[in-house]
């Protein structure tokens, strides 16, 4: 499986900015990304990669607590792709941002937010 992320930029505070990351390739039985949860995780420069949102396969969410209430995590089943709908956004959400699901990253994408 490959996953392809893009959408990232640059972005001033409060502003928005709207993730995409579609999955492609061979896949088999075992990891197809549409039986699948797929999500999104960011690395800011010097810590670690942590998980942003996650969506399962039947559509349930979960968001890390310093984004709940600002970003939106949606996929479109039929066509293997993830999005991040990203406002009000923060300085401290600048970061390389990458998309994931069972036995795949993505290649990231840089979000940089401005004050």
């Known amino acids: 499986v490959q996953l392809q992320a893009s959408g990232g930029g640059l972005a001033q505070a409060g502003g928005s900015l709207r993730l995409s990351c579609a999955a492609s390739?061979?896949?088999?039985?075992?990891?197809?990304?549409?039986?699948?949860?797929m999500g999104w995780y960011r690395q800011a420069p010097g810590k670690s990669r942590d998980v942003v949102a996650v969506i399962s396969r039947t559509g349930i969410t979960n968001y890390a607590d310093s984004v709940k209430g600002r970003f939106t995590i949606s996929r479109d089943t039929a066509n293997n792709t993830v999005y991040l709908q990203m406002n009000s956004l923060k300085p401290e959400d600048t970061a390389v941002y990458y998309c994931?699901?069972?036995?795949?990253w993505g290649q990231g994408t840089l979000v940089t937010v401005s004050s």
């Open positions: 994931w699901t069972v036995g795949a």
């Open positions: 390739g061979s896949i088999s039985s075992r990891n197809i990304p549409s039986i699948n949860a």
